[in-house]
């Protein structure tokens, strides 16, 4: 039976996360240290005890659970318990957790990364504020279409479209856009037969074009950063394929912050290459819950 080690993106985070792993692992302790020391920040102090505000700045946020995955990772490696992954795969920020755990990207290079992207994608929703939403209960096509009606019916008072930004799991979609035309598409969706569509606590319009904005910039900072080889296949979100060397690694970092998760492709893709074990590492357990209802049966472990 084949294992995959999927690492959550934002969301999964609280005030509290990664305290009890620290006091009880060492090598988990160590991983926030380093992480302090990278940033010269006191991470570990906020994920440890919050405040809760400045946890979820996404400045923070995405350096935390970052910090978090590893930390989790690397007690799952000392204690010898959980089969080596076969493939590896994020969602979203999650994709440079899979990637240090895939050997691709160093952990003092990937927190460092992570911040940076916090900070341009929490510039970009200042430049462009957007919204976004979760749409229960409505297929992937319907929801595409839905989705490029509201972005024409708002076109004369906004040029900020709305897309498909997270296709999680069979009825669950969140869209990511422009106010107006996402406050369109939550009405468009429910005349359409969603069972419900909720708005999102955030003002980043995050894996829409409104990220184009910091797109350039960020592609300089994935330039910059040192790459290697994967050691096993990671699941690129833009692509739901498997990638190892670091043009395409590059490639594909600089293309997610624009373009949709394709968590459910994901997915589907491992099951189909013999993947039945899917262990989620990093705060609670959001993917597991996902993986559950697009591969059911598939066996699911949550280590954080």
Aim: aromatic share 4%; glycine share 8%.
């Amino acid at each position: 039976m084949s294992t995959a080690y999927v690492f959550p993106g934002q969301g999964s985070q609280f005030v509290g996360m990664g305290a009890e792993l620290a006091r009880l692992r060492p090598v988990a302790g160590g991983v926030f240290m380093r992480a302090n020391a990278a940033l010269d920040f006191d991470l570990s102090g906020l994920c440890f005890s919050g405040p809760e505000v400045e946890l979820g700045d996404t400045f923070n946020t995405q350096p935390a659970i970052f910090a978090h995955s590893i930390a989790a990772l690397e007690t799952i490696r000392l204690s010898g318990e959980i089969a080596e992954p076969d493939f590896v795969a994020g969602h979203s920020l999650g994709e440079f957790s899979a990637l240090c755990a895939a050997g691709a990207l160093s952990f003092e290079d990937g927190v460092k990364v992570v911040r940076e992207r916090g900070r341009l994608m929490k510039l970009a929703g200042e430049l462009a504020p957007g919204s976004m939403a979760a749409v229960l209960g409505l297929d992937a096509d319907t929801l595409r279409d839905v989705c490029e009606q509201a972005t024409a019916q708002v076109a004369a008072q906004s040029a900020q479209p709305v897309v498909m930004a997270n296709d999680n799991c069979p009825g669950q979609i969140v869209i990511s856009g422009g106010k107006e035309a996402v406050a369109a598409a939550a009405v468009l969706a429910k005349q359409r037969g969603a069972k419900r569509v909720a708005p999102l606590p955030i003002s980043i319009a995050a894996h829409s074009p409104l990220m184009n904005s910091v797109a350039a910039e960020f592609a300089k900072v994935i330039e910059r950063t040192p790459f290697n080889a994967a050691r096993v296949p990671v699941i690129a979100n833009s692509t739901a394929l498997p990638i190892t060397h670091p043009d395409d690694i590059r490639a594909e970092l600089g293309a997610q912050l624009t373009s949709p998760v394709r968590w459910t492709a994901s997915v589907k893709h491992m099951a189909s290459q013999g993947v039945a074990s899917f262990v989620e590492v990093g705060p609670k357990d959001v993917l597991c819950n996902l993986i559950k209802r697009i591969v059911p049966g598939a066996e699911t472990r949550a280590i954080g």
